[in-house]
């Protein structure tokens, strides 16, 4: 297991874990979902190649009402 | 009415529209159908994983209504391009309202700040809209760098004070070789009707619409007051005068009596 900070928070996932399946172990439906890494976006393409290391910050986003 | 282009969308409506304080998503999606709106902004925050998540894009995909995310939140250039890159991602759009506004009492747009991220977005390939004060100057500016319209404010957000900035506004659409749309303040559809009446090309309408005791009617009123005010400019309005100009002969009339 690795320790990544997620959304503020530190939380424990498994090592090599894919944002994809990240996403997945959350429940998290990825339409209108944004994602970054360390601080920078990642394009939706590699969030089925990027595996998460130790000490990661991730953060995710989604689409709220607004004007 | 004739429609507008903006980038590469062709919009038949010149209501834009935003999906802040409906009290209920039922409630938003039937006001934006109402509206005929073809353009609808949503911003992006943070998650919090402990709460449920309330999909908000699904039902505005299914209408067919394009997404304009916005970058609200960001106080800086760099916050707004780190916003634009993650709407970029999340809505898979190039379409992004710049908006920076680093005081949350007034909510006025940082003119600098906005004028560097606007040069960024554009040079990453985003179709920028900015969100402005009523500023011909800066308006000037950003088309310069390469906005694909500019998005002056009549008042202050969500403030319903109309087009407090009407002069202002009447420069810049007279120097704009870009579309502009008159974004915050719009509190009635007869500010939609003036702004469209003095050659705005659109305008963004959100609180009006949402806080209102009936949204779904007001939705089809600000319809209206767009198609109305679109129409008067395009059939040109009378001059204004101060003296009186009758609008039948009286002569004839007098000349009896004598």
């Not at chain 1, 290391?53 to 689409?63: A, E, G, K, N, P």
């Amino acid at each position: 297991m690795i320790s990544i900070k997620l959304n503020g928070e530190l939380t424990q996932v498994s090592d090599g874990l894919l944002l994809e399946g990240l996403l997945a172990q959350l429940q998290i439906d990825s339409k209108g979902i944004a994602l970054a890494l360390n601080g920078l976006v990642v394009p939706r393409s590699q969030w089925t190649s990027r595996q998460l290391t130790d000490q990661d910050v991730v953060d995710i986003f989604q689409s709220i009402a607004g004007g | 009415m004739d429609s507008l282009v903006i980038a590469d969308k062709t919009f038949n409506s010149r209501l834009f529209a935003g999906t802040g304080k409906f009290s209920s998503a039922e409630l938003m999606c039937e006001a934006l159908r109402a509206s005929e709106t073809e353009l609808v902004t949503l911003s992006l925050r943070r998650m919090d994983l402990k709460q449920g998540r309330d999909n908000l894009v699904k039902p505005l995909v299914g209408m067919g209504v394009n997404l304009l995310p916005n970058t609200s939140g960001a106080r800086t250039a760099d916050e707004a391009v780190f916003a634009a890159q993650l709407a970029r991602e999340a809505l898979e759009t190039d379409w992004i309202k710049l908006e920076i506004h680093p005081d949350p009492r007034y909510l006025m747009p940082d003119p600098i700040e906005t004028l560097n991220a606007a040069e960024k977005l554009v040079q990453q390939g985003f179709v920028v809209m900015p969100y402005v004060h009523a500023d011909p100057v800066l308006c000037k500016r950003l088309e310069e760098v390469g906005c694909q319209c500019v998005m002056p404010l009549g008042a202050p957000i969500g403030s319903n004070a109309g087009l407090a900035s009407r002069t202002f506004l009447e420069i810049i659409i007279e120097q704009s070789s870009v579309p502009v749309i008159v974004d915050a303040g719009i509190g009635a559809p007869s500010d939609a009707s003036l702004a469209l009446e003095l050659g705005a090309d659109a305008v963004l309408v959100n609180t009006a619409m949402a806080v209102s005791s009936d949204p779904v009617a007001m939705a089809r009123a600000f319809a209206m007051s767009v198609t109305a005010g679109r129409m008067a400019y395009r059939a040109g309005l009378a001059p204004i005068s101060v003296a009186a100009n009758a609008t039948s002969s009286l002569e004839s009339f007098l000349e009896t009596l004598e």
